[in-house]
């Protein structure tokens, strides 16, 4: 069973292996993260990876999570917190 403690131990340890990683292409291949991600073919990827995205959340996203959002969450989880607080609400004042 895996418990936060192991999942804590994951994240560092990858923060220091990226960390790691980038000191050493620093040290060995003069590699310099800020320019490399100033260049313009990085900034042309990204804007690749942003267009896709837009079309992936416009065209197939959108409708369906917000079906979900106004159906399920507000209808069912909102309306039944509201209806528990009322009962709530109402066994507090009848014993107060």
Same mark, same amino acid.
Do not use: C, H
């Given at each position: ?12 340890? $990858?923060? *220091? =292996?990226?960390?790691?990683? #980038?000191l050493?292409?620093?040290?060995? &291949? ?22 896709? $995205?837009? *079309? =992936?959340?416009?065209?197939? #996203? ?5 079906? &979900? ?15 528990g607080?009322?009962?709530l ?8």
């Amino acid at each position: 069973m895996i418990t936060m403690r192991d999942r804590q131990d994951g994240f560092i340890g $990858l923060v *220091i =292996v990226l960390v790691v990683s #980038l000191l050493l292409l620093k040290y060995f &291949f003069s590699f310099n993260l800020l320019e490399f991600l100033q260049s313009s073919a990085v900034a042309d990827v990204f804007n690749y990876v942003k267009k896709f $995205l837009l *079309i =992936v959340w416009n065209d197939f #996203l959108v409708y369906p999570l917000e079906w &979900f959002w106004n159906d399920v969450v507000i209808k069912i989880v909102w309306e039944t917190l509201k209806d528990g607080y009322a009962l709530l609400k109402g066994w507090v004042d009848t014993r107060g």
